[in-house]
């Protein structure tokens, strides 16, 4: 069921890759460093660059299909999920590692449900009227 337009999916984009980058800090853990800290802020920016690139209504260079995009979220959301397990660190307070896995699960669900298509933006010759 995908419900979610590409627009909305591009917000969600730029803010969860922000969350992602002040997460550490945000849930005061930063100071640990190691994965804990590395793989949120890198999967953020990453996130963030791609949305930048993808040819979605928010992106900017508009060269990456839509399709990929959610291919590479469904990654991405994955290997966040599951980083608390694959480098060791769940052991850690829950405000370390559950950032991790709350995230890393709702932006999975985010991906499923959003639509493939970006709607079809007019052109400006469109948007003129005749009079």
């Known amino acids: ?3 979610i ?9 730029y803010l969860v890759g922000f969350i992602l980058l002040i997460a550490p800090n945000l849930f005061g853990f930063a100071h ?21 690139f993808t040819n979605y209504e928010l ?3 508009k ?6 995009h959610l291919g590479v979220d469904y990654v991405l959301t994955i290997f966040l999920a599951i980083s608390p397990w694959l480098f060791n660190f769940h ?5 370390v590692w ?3 896995v709350v995230v890393g699960v709702l932006a999975f669900l985010l991906t499923l449900m959003t639509q493939t298509v970006p709607r079809r933006m007019p052109t400006v010759r469109e948007h003129r009227t005749v009079i």
């Open 5 to 13: 337009p590409t627009y909305v999916h591009g917000i969600l984009d």
């Open 63 to 68: 060269i990456i299909p839509m399709r990929m």
């Open 98 to 100: 559950m950032p991790h």
């Open 32 to 52: 640990l460093g190691g994965a804990a800290v590395d793989v949120p802020r890198t999967i953020g920016l990453l996130i963030l660059i791609q949305a930048l």
């Open 91 to 95: 052991n850690q307070p829950r405000n």
């Open 1 to 3: 069921m995908k419900t």
């Open 59 to 61: 992106g900017l260079f």
